[in-house]
């Protein structure tokens, strides 16, 4: 024990440093300001040790996604799929249409060819995944329940990439975004620590981002009502009428009495101010977006706000095809079914494009990075929000280190009175697990909440067992008459094995808390994980090796204050 006393202790002191510079420093070279004052200490350690939605304050969020809905859709684009395969082939349909999320029927006019439509169309459906039946000249087709809860599932997934992508673009810190209760019930919980607008975050992540480029019909004309547009489109189904949201302009001068056009910055009520004959079938899509962000109006940075985006490289080349041969032509920029601004294109476009509205600084922004992120796969609803304050969050703080620090001075005037001197052996041990537990958090980049509290409290507790442990082994082997030396050797070698026991039996238990909890019991089993993996170094060999050096001082030690 005597010998390696020197080499233990540097490896104490190396890991105590290192423990230390991450939790005052981090992952980054020191500056001279991070110590120029306690605040900028204090400062430093919050960055490092991240608190939870508990104890920061922020949004807690239960989701619903609407998973039949995104089913519905496919139904709907799979009935007009299959009106145009059997059209192509000749086969006649008097009606195409869905009748539930899993569910469409095909109507066909010559009822003697039905066989050879199920056929086909089930060729391209794919007769793993969908089921046909016949009466009359109606075809009922019907998605196989395996393959519905499979496109389910993928919805959630769908769903949660794209808040996530959503969330990112805010800057949250270590928000928590994971499935919430069975999988049937298709919910999703967001947990957004120190979010100071909650309402506007909410309202970013159920925004619609369906953008279309659709060719104006004929000579650019609008329409003052619905009626009277319906009317325009007739029988033609290549077409359809829908609302225009762009706003007035009128004819101003400038300084030098020139002629511009000034637009109207006083927002439009949500009702449209005409309606436009728009192609059905778009040119561009969201999904050709590579990129959008929101642009001032003005040079000057002042005034209305509009979204400029940019296609991917085989969307702008067929963009630049199709503006280049309709030079002179309108083009409606449709988002979520209304149309915002219809140019008339001047020249060939090829990669860049803009949206103007009613937009400011905050829904400009907002909107690019919906457009960014994608369309979500169906609709989201909340059904529960529960916001935690930053002051409810500073008390939870306060309470959680009083109740830490009152258990662990009463652990600590227990072992002084009760072990004597070793038990300033343990207490010193007890600080540097906790000082290792911190580390190991800021290391990882893990979470401290209120329920992390609770496991440095246990933390605390299985600490001071393992000394407990330690030293009345001690105390049996100095009764049963050996020499100090060889009772403190005697007395780790046989506590080691139960310390190793009821540790590992309790990770074992934090690890499967980890993996299957959720938020809070998550952050109990880290805080719980780290604490006790820092109590195994510290109560066998931080604490053997204070032992070692008191005993070095001596040649031949008769006593030990224990």
């Not at 510079?21 to 200490?41: C, M, N, T």
């Not at 069975?182 to 979010?195: A, R, T």
Request: proline share 3%.
């Amino acid at each position: 024990m005597r010998e390696n006393v020197l080499q233990r202790a540097l490896v104490i002191l190396a890991v105590t440093l290192a423990s230390l510079y991450v939790i005052l420093i981090g992952w980054r070279a020191p500056r001279l300001e991070d110590f120029k004052s306690f605040d900028q200490i204090k400062k430093n350690v919050a960055t490092n040790i991240k608190l939870g939605l508990d104890l920061k304050g922020g949004s807690h969020l239960v989701m619903q996604v609407m998973v039949d809905e995104a089913l519905k859709k496919m139904c709907d684009d799979n009935a007009e799929k299959a009106k145009a395969i059997l059209e192509n082939i000749g086969i006649s349909v008097k009606e195409a249409r869905s009748l539930s999320a899993t569910q469409l029927a095909i109507t066909i006019n010559d009822a003697g060819r039905i066989a050879e439509a199920r056929d086909k169309v089930l060729e391209d459906f794919g007769k793993s995944e969908w089921n046909a039946t016949v009466s009359g000249d109606t075809l009922t087709f019907t998605l196989s329940e395996r393959v519905a809860q499979e496109y389910r599932r993928r919805a959630v997934e769908q769903a949660m990439l794209i808040i996530e992508n959503r969330i990112n673009a805010f800057g949250v810190a270590e928000p928590t975004l994971q499935r919430y209760g069975p999988e049937q019930n298709h919910q999703i919980l967001l947990q957004l620590p120190g979010v100071d607008d909650p309402e506007r975050v909410k309202k970013t992540l159920v925004l619609e981002s369906n953008l279309e480029l659709r060719p104006v019909d004929g000579t650019y004309r609008t329409y003052a009502t619905l009626e009277e547009a319906k009317a325009a489109v007739g029988v033609r189904t290549d077409v359809e009428a829908l609302p225009l949201d762009e706003r007035d302009e009128d004819e101003a001068t400038d300084e030098d009495g020139n002629p511009v056009t000034r637009r109207n910055r006083q927002p439009k009520p949500d009702t449209p101010t005409a309606y436009m004959v728009v192609s059905k079938t778009p040119v561009v899509v969201g999904r050709d977006l590579r990129d959008a962000f929101a642009a001032s109006g003005t040079v000057d940075g002042d005034g209305d706000y509009r979204i400029i985006f940019k296609l991917k490289d085989e969307a702008a080349k067929k963009f630049g095809e199709w503006t280049g041969k309709n030079i002179g032509k309108g083009l409606a920029i449709v988002l979520n079914g209304r149309i915002k601004s219809a140019p008339t294109i001047r020249g060939q476009i090829r990669e860049t494009g803009e949206i103007t509205g009613n937009f400011t600084k905050a829904s400009a922004e907002d909107l690019a990075l919906v457009l960014r992120s994608g369309a979500l796969p169906a609709r989201i609803v909340y059904l529960e929000e529960r916001t935690v304050g930053p002051s409810l969050g500073a008390d939870s703080i306060r309470q959680g280190v009083a109740a830490s620090i009152a258990g662990l001075v009463f652990i600590l005037v227990f072992m002084v009175v009760y072990y004597r001197l070793s038990g300033v052996n343990a207490i010193i041990s007890l600080i540097l697990n906790l000082v290792m537990l911190l580390a190991a958090m800021a290391m990882f980049g893990a979470v401290l909440t209120l329920p992390g509290i609770a496991g440095v409290i246990l933390t605390i507790g299985m600490a001071v067992d393992s000394n407990v442990l330690i030293f009345e082994r001690i105390r049996e082997e100095l009764r049963a008459g050996k020499a100090v030396i060889n009772a403190v050797e005697l007395g780790f070698d046989k506590a080691f094995i139960t310390i190793l026991d009821t540790h590992v039996t309790t990770v074992v238990s934090s690890l499967i808390l980890f993996v299957f909890g959720t938020g809070p019991i998550r952050g109990f089993a880290v805080t719980l994980l780290a604490g006790l993996l820092a109590n195994i170094f510290t109560a066998t060999f931080v604490s053997k090796t204070m032992f070692g050096y008191v005993l070095s001082r001596s040649e031949r030690p008769t006593a030990l204050s224990i």
